[in-house]
Each structure stands twice: as C-alpha cells, then as structure tokens.
C-alpha cells in the first residue's frame, strides 16, 4: 500500500509502497476513504507535539472495514467507520467515570514489542503509527476500539473531518464546557478546529459569537456558520476590539490556535468569572506567562479541552445526525480534495493559512 511517511522532522513527507500485516487478534484492516490534515500533523512534523520517527501522521480518516480478527465483534468487513486516536480501555478510573478520552492507552502500544510489526518499509523497518491509526495511507490497521461504525448514507470524504478536527472544535463547545443559552464566546483562530468550535457555540444558543483571525478572508466562512462579528487580528488590538463589542471580555473564549501571544490574548479576552478553553496546542517545548493575579481577581477559568472531550462511539454518530439533519456545516470547511501525492503542498497550505480544511480522498 503507499502512504506518506515522515523519516525525518522538518522534511518533506516521503511518498512510499510499504507492507501492511493482517489483523492480529481484536485488530481491523481499513480502506481508507478519506483523510483530513489537521494542524497537529504538522505539529509532528514540526517537532512540536512529539512523534518519533520514522512514522505514517494522519489521525482524522474515514473508511471501509476490509478484513477484521479473531475476537471482534463491533465491526464488520463493509462496515462504514471513523478512526478516533482515543483508544480507549474500558477499566479504567477515567473509562470507568465517564472521561474516556483521557484514558491513557491512546499512548499505549498495541502489539507487543516482539511481534511482527504492523507496518513495515521496502527493508523491512518497522514504522510507527500515530495514535494507532496512521491515515496517511491507502490502508489503516489498527485496534478495534479506534473505530466507530456509523451511518452509511453519511458521505465519506465529510466523515472523516468528524475524526478530529469536528469533534475536537465542537466537543469544546458543547462537552468541554457548558455555554449558557445568551453567553458571548470568541473563537481564535477560523481553522478547521476554531470553525468546529464556532458551530458548537452557534448550536448551544450563544449570543454574540466573535470569530478572530490573522486571514480576513475566513470571515465570509465563519459568519455562514454563525458569526456575529469578526476581528481581524492584524489589523488594531483584536483584545481592545473584544472588550468593546462585549462590554468588557467575554464569558467563553477559545484559543483554536496554539501560539503564546494568542492563548496570552485569550486569558485578556475573557471577562471577569469567564472561562478561557485552550484548544490549540501549544509546542511542549514553549511556556506560557500569564497575570496570576488577574486570574484570581476576576475569577477567570482557564481549562485544557483535549479531543473535545469525547465519548467517540457516543458522540460521532451523533455529530453525523447534526450534518445529514442540516445542523452542522462540514461541505463548506473542505477547501480542497487532494490526492496522497500532494501532501506536502497541503502542508504548506496549511502552514500559510490560506485554507480552511483539507481533505485527502483515496481511489
Ligand atoms: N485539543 C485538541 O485535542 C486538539 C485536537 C486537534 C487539533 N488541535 C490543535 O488545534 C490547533 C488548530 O488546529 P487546526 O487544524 O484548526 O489548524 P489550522 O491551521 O487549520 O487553523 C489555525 C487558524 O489560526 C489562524 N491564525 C494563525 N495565526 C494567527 C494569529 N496570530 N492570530 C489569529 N489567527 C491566527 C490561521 O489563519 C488559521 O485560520 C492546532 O494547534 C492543533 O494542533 C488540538
Ligand atoms: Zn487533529
Ligand atoms: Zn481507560
């Protein structure tokens, strides 16, 4: 099967036919459908969220179950899914409370260190997967519970966004926090995540939905999803221009990015007993100052969202209903269908800003 694969930080994905194993037991192959390219791929290649490789990045796909192993019974060879990285174990205290996308066996491996790698190279190296599923690739094998079976009316090169970057952006909104109907949110940074998140507040009944980003051009985009006002973060003090429009902060704002000065904009965003949501994921290796003081003073919340706090087997189909029901927009986040061959271009695109989401569709 071919698929993109990074050898080395920084470089150009290496386009390649790789050797991909059967289904060991509890273990399903998967065509790939389609594939979208979310900005934490990037992260990986940039080394700002840790990937070792050499490595096949994609986290967001859809696909077609083709062949599954001994033992598996939730899916089955037809099956439409969705790979989410959130494994889950089913045991533990955070499976176990209702949190499961902080079980900790997404960064587990699978297959036992001797066995036969899943996927190996022309030399026989093995290559590692991220989150178990590795989109970047004609073909995924991966765990049974990285998968959801859904609905087979729902197109597949719109399912896939519902992966990542949907659930993510959307969960924020709608499971990481709880926006009370009337409530100003401000959304930062109109990327495929900011744009999901947008949705999410537009769907609780927010009131004043402020959408800022550094590309004036994504404001026609995010006022169709739900809008009421746009900053454009070059042009003046996006924070200035927040306080005036909300009359002193917001109750709810997301930094859908992950840079210092725009989670450092967030905090300064958020009005006095609000709630700052980071969502972006700012490299490991930075840090972020902010005013301890102006947190306790005003009593303002800062929380991490991960994966939109997701329930995945519950949640996606559910995020499926939204869009085939006319509630969620995903036709329109899809700038451009690529071919696997053009992965390195589409990083570019992405690190440039000038495209919403991405989506990588397989023959
Ligand atoms: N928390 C999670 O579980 C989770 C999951 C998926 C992605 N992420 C992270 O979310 C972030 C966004 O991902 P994405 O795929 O939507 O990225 P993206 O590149 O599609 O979107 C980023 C947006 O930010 C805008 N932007 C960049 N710099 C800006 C600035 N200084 N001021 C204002 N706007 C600016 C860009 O124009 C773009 O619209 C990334 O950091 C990604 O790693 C987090
Ligand atoms: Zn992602
Ligand atoms: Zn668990």
């Known amino acids: 099967m071919k698929a993109a694969v990074m050898r080395v930080n920084n470089d150009p994905l290496s386009i390649e036919e ?25 992260h990986m290649i940039e080394g700002g969220i840790p990937m070792p490789p050499p490595a096949i990045l994609g986290h967001e796909p859809s696909g077609i179950v083709e062949a599954v192993g001994e033992g598996v019974t939730e899916v089955a060879p037809g099956d439409h899914v969705i790979g989410c990285l959130n494994r889950w174990c089913g045991v533990c205290k955070f499976c176990t409370g209702g949190r499961p996308h902080l079980c900790l066996s997404t960064y587990m491996p699978t297959r036992a260190p001797d066995a036969k790698p899943r996927i190996t190279d022309a030399n026989g190296e093995a290559l590692n997967q991220l989150g178990d599923l590795s989109s970047f690739a004609e073909k995924m094998l991966c765990p049974e519970r990285n998968l959801v079976k859904i609905r087979d009316d729902m197109p597949l090169d719109r399912a896939c966004l519902i992966g990542c970057g949907v659930t993510t952006g959307l969960g924020a909104a709608l499971k990481t926090v709880s926006i009370p109907a009337g409530a100003s949110v401000v959304i930062i940074g109109c990327g495929g995540v ?18 800022v980003d550094a590309q004036s051009w994504k404001f026609d985009l995010a006022k169709s999803m739900g809008a009421t006002h746009c900053i454009d973060a070059t042009d003046g003090d996006p924070i200035a221009a927040v306080q005036e429009i909300t009359g002193g902060g917001a109750d709810f704002v997301f930094e859908c990015i992950g840079l210092v000065p725009t989670v450092q904009q967030a905090v300064a965003m958020t009005g006095r007993g609000g709630t700052a949501v980071l969502v972006g994921v700012v ?28 329930e995945f087997r519950v949640d996606m189909p559910h995020y499926i209903d939204f869009y085939l029901d006319g509630r969620l927009m995903l036709d329109e986040m899809i700038s451009s269908r690529i071919a696997l061959d053009d992965i390195n271009e589409a990083c570019d695109a992405m690190r440039k800003g000038s495209v919403a989401r991405q989506v990588i569709v397989f023959d």
């Open 194 to 211: 900011g744009l999901a998140a947008l949705q999410g507040a537009r769907i609780t009944g927010a009131g004043k939905i402020i959408a």
């Open 283 to 310: 490299p490991v290796t930075e840090m972020v100052p902010l005013s301890a003081a102006d947190l306790t003073l005003s009593e303002k919340k800062v929380v991490g969202s991960f994966m939109g706090s997701n």
């Open 18 to 42: 790789l050797n991909i194993d059967d289904p060991a037991p509890g273990e399903v192959l998967v065509k790939t459908a389609a594939s979208g390219i979310c900005h934490s791929d990037l």
